[in-house]
Structure formats: C-alpha cells, structure tokens
C-alpha cells in the first residue's frame, strides 16, 4: 500500500515539474512577441503606409504621364501639343526621379509600375485622326495631372516629414500651372 502514495507523489512531481517548464517556455515566447511588437523595425505605423502609398502612387502616376507625352511628342500633328507635352515630360521626369530618390532613402522600392494607363494608351495610339488624338491626349493628361495633384495635396496634410513636404512646395505649384495650361489649349479648340 506504501507503493501506490510514493508513486502518486512521484507522478505528481513530474506532473508539477511539466507544468513550470510550460509555462516558464510560454512566458518567454510572449516577451520575444512583445518585443518585436514593441521594436520599430518590426512594426508599421500610418505615417508610414501613407508614405510609401503616395511614393508608389505617385510613380505610377507620373509613368503615365511620361509615356503619354511620349507618344503625344511623337504622334501629334499640332506643334503646341508637341511643346506641351515635352514640357510635361521633362517636369513629371523631374519628379520621378526625386520621387524614386526619397523612396530609396526610405527603404521604399517601387519596382514594377502597374498600367492602370492601358486603356487611355491604347486610345491614344488608335486615335484615328490629327484631332481626335489631341482630344484624347488632353483629356488623359488633365485627368492624370488631377489625380497627381490630389496625391500631392493628401501626402501634405497626412506627414509631417519635412523632405516630402519640400517635395510638394516643389512641384504641386508646376503641377497647377500645367494643368491650367491644359484646360486653356482644350478651351481654345485644339481638338
């Protein structure tokens, strides 16, 4: 009778024994999740997200506008469009580059751009005539110049990150002003 206590004193140790390795183990498995929760390299926070959205984005967006103007350099038959899109070409180059620069400094990479832009490229290049490719091309450039200005304008009021704010006092001023100019050659007729 002496053997069954002395064992169930032994299996209770063990059993005891058991549960303090659990939970000692489950302890420090949660200290190394708290600190990775708690170390920065590891955690994302908004300002981040917004950033790395309005590099990205904006990539995608002045790609389109590049290779629009290319083609409008090339195809258009009206020298005032030819003008204008070199001078857009050359401005969105510009901020590509300073865009992609920022972006690196961030250990941001915008690699692949997406061609949300193929629909309006494709109307461009089947533009069946002079005027019909000036329409098309101005109407994809006052929407793609929008839509950069929006970015430009949310990116200001989202982060205070002083680079990227001297990035928009750059260049949403010359984004204004072509987007102007576009809506005055469409308004003078050049269709």
């Known amino acids: 009778m002496k053997a069954k206590p002395v064992l169930k004193a032994i299996i209770f140790k ?3 024994l ?4 659990f939970v000692t183990s489950c302890r420090k498995s949660n200290s190394i999740e708290s600190n990775l929760k708690k170390n920065e390299a590891f955690s994302k926070n908004d300002k981040e997200e917004v950033e ?3 590099f990205i984005a904006t990539a995608n967006v002045g790609k389109t506008i590049i290779s629009k103007s290319q083609i409008a350099q090339q195809k258009s038959s009206e020298s005032s469009i030819m003008i204008l899109g070199k001078k857009i070409e050359r401005s969105q180059s510009r901020l590509l580059q300073e865009v992609t620069e920022l972006a690196n400094k961030k250990l941001i990479i915008i690699s692949e751009i997406n061609a949300t832009h193929r629909r309006d490229t494709y109307d461009l290049v089947t533009a069946k005539n002079s005027s019909e490719f000036n329409r098309v091309y101005l109407r994809a450039m ?5 839509e ?7 990116v200001s009021k989202e982060t205070n990150d002083k ?7 750059k260049y949403l001023p010359e984004q204004f002003d ?3 100019e576009i809506e005055q050659t469409i308004k ?3 269709n």
């Open 14 to 16: 063990v059993l005891f």
């Open 18 to 21: 058991l549960i303090v390795i």
């Open 52 to 54: 790395a959205f309005f």
């Open 142 to 146: 006052k929407k793609c110049l929008e």
């Open 148 to 154: 950069q200005i929006q970015l430009l304008e949310t």
């Open 163 to 169: 680079a990227i704010l001297k990035l928009v006092l």
């Open 178 to 180: 072509l987007l102007r």
């Open 188 to 190: 003078k007729g050049i």
